[in-house]
């Protein structure tokens, strides 16, 4: 089965600066990967998505790049604020006619002012 | 609506209690999902229903019994758990593969 692997586990940045996270998944079915944004206490949400038949997406001040041959993808933060601090999860998926999300381990972002 | 609620939001029970989670969205998804979260890990595919019958059962324990009524509702009946039960239980629907998948706020239950 699928398995996706996170780095760093834990990513601590000055406010302003970049912060990078990067996941390698294993299947070359997966098609879809999504990242989510979970606070203290909260729900998991939707941050950024990107599919295989596009090798970059961005959003302000959030990127994501997909490399499909290398099997990996990346979380770009530009500009952090503080409260971007959070822990992020990537996952990936693939056409089953139902979505099963496989969860990277996370990483714990810390933006100090 | 572009939410998923859950209730109750925190849970105690004993081990020999009966309880149940609920889930609900409007948003015309035909995929909704049970996962468990335990602190500082990634959440946990325990169950997924698609057209409201059971496509995926991950190896859950028979004291965890999930229940689709309808195609915006989803229920997690629970019985006879043990203390490593205890988690953030997550409910979450999406429309499919490929389309994005949003989740509930959870419930956090604790188990004596």
């Known amino acids: 089965g699928e398995n996706v692997e996170q780095h760093p586990s834990t990513l601590s940045v000055q406010e302003g600066d970049s912060a990078v996270i990067k996941c390698t998944y294993s299947?070359?079915?997966?098609?879809?990967f999504p990242w989510y944004k979970q606070e203290l206490g909260k729900r998991p949400q939707l941050i950024i998505d990107?599919?295989?038949?596009?090798g970059e997406k961005k959003d302000q001040r959030i990127a994501v790049t997909l490399n499909k041959t290398a099997k990996h993808f990346s979380l770009h933060i530009t500009e952090t604020q503080p409260e971007d601090s959070a822990v992020y999860f990537c996952a990936a998926s693939w056409d089953t006619g139902f979505q099963k999300l496989v969860f990277g381990t996370g990483t714990r972002l810390l933006v100090s002012p | 609506d572009t939410e998923v609620t859950q209730t109750p939001k925190h849970l105690v029970m004993g081990m020999t209690n009966k309880k149940s989670l609920k889930c609900e969205q409007h948003m015309g998804h035909r995929a909704m999902y049970w996962y468990k979260q335990k602190a500082k890990k990634p959440p946990e595919l325990m169950f997924v229903y698609s057209y409201e019958k059971l496509s995926i059962n991950e190896s859950v324990p028979s004291r965890f019994s999930p229940e689709c009524p309808n195609s915006s509702l989803l229920n997690l009946h629970l019985h006879a758990l043990q203390p490593e039960d205890s988690a953030l239980y997550l409910c979450a629907s999406g429309s499919g593969a490929g389309e994005t998948q949003y989740f509930g706020p959870g419930t956090r239950l604790l188990v004596l």
């Open positions: 299947d070359s079915a997966s098609n879809y």
């Open positions: 990107i599919r295989s038949n596009v």
